[in-house]
T-cell receptor, first 116, second 115 residues
Framework: AQKVTQAQTEISVVEKEDVTLDCVYE???????LFWYKQPPSGELVFLIR??????QNEISGRYSWNFQKSTSSFNFTITASQVVDSAVYFC?????????????FGKGTKLSVIP | DAGVIQSPRHEVTEMGQEVTLRCKPI?????LFWYRQTMMRGLELLIY????????DSGMPEDRFSAKMPNASFSTLKIQPSEPRDSAVYFC?????????????FGPGTRLTVL
């Protein structure tokens, strides 16, 4: 069985602060994919990043960075110098049912509020 | 290119009525997914299709739910009869087949309210 845990239900930060969203996953598969999606107040789901289980390199994209650690089964997401536009619900997701079966298991999401 | 298109965006109906949600995937995408999002259960995969064929419908909650994909550019999710607990946001997503894993592109969702 696969499971994604986002222990932080809600986080509030003041603009320009850094914030890290935690994601812990469970799977017995050796090949799997991890994702982060953003859901702004408008409701749509926006893809942010995909990482496969064989690539533990951290990634940085502008103010966003991701820390993947297989040893702790974590795939954490950091926003540097947060902005009001970052306010959204962020979902971590896992696909571990084979090499790309496309069946995503989502965490419950972390609601981030950035206060001006 | 247009993204995934869903209609209607909002639907309000009374218990017992039939509800049909519609989805047009991104052209060229071979996979189509239906998800449901509620506060209690979060995002759940209901069913997905590959090349118009249903592959896994284990997430469909009850026989009241059915989904079809008559062609590569159209899918429906039907609830009959609807119940108040079906109130949720229903998302459709599509994804292309490729040599590398491709992410799912989500539509804007249909907010369903069953009174």
């Amino acid at each position: 069985a696969q499971k994604v845990t986002q222990a932080q239900t809600e986080i509030s930060v003041v603009e320009k602060e850094d914030v890290t969203l935690d994601c812990v996953y469970e799977t017995r598969d050796t090949t799997y994919y991890l994702f982060w999606y953003k859901q702004p107040p408008s409701g749509e789901l926006v893809f942010l990043i995909r990482r496969n289980s064989f690539d533990e390199q951290n990634e940085i994209s502008g103010r966003y960075s991701w820390n993947f650690q297989k040893s702790t089964s974590s795939f954490n997401f950091t926003i540097t110098a947060s902005q009001v536009v970052d306010s959204a619900v962020y979902f971590c997701a896992l696909d571990s049912s084979g090499a790309g079966s496309y069946q995503l298991t989502f965490g419950k999401g972390t609601k981030l509020s950035v206060i001006p | 290119d247009a993204g995934v298109i869903q209609s209607p965006r909002h639907e309000v109906t009374e218990m017992g009525q039939e509800v049909t949600l519609r989805c047009k995937p991104i052209s060229g995408h071979d996979y189509l997914f239906w998800y449901r999002q509620t506060m209690m259960r979060g995002l759940e995969l209901l069913i997905y299709f590959n090349n118009n064929v249903p592959i896994d419908d284990s997430g469909m909650p009850e026989d009241r739910f059915s989904a079809k994909m008559p062609n590569a550019s159209f899918s429906t999710l039907k609830i009959q009869p609807s119940e108040p607990r079906d109130s949720a946001v229903y998302f459709c997503a599509s994804s292309p087949t490729g040599t590398t894993y491709n992410e799912q592109f989500f539509g804007p969702g249909t907010r369903l309210t069953v009174l």
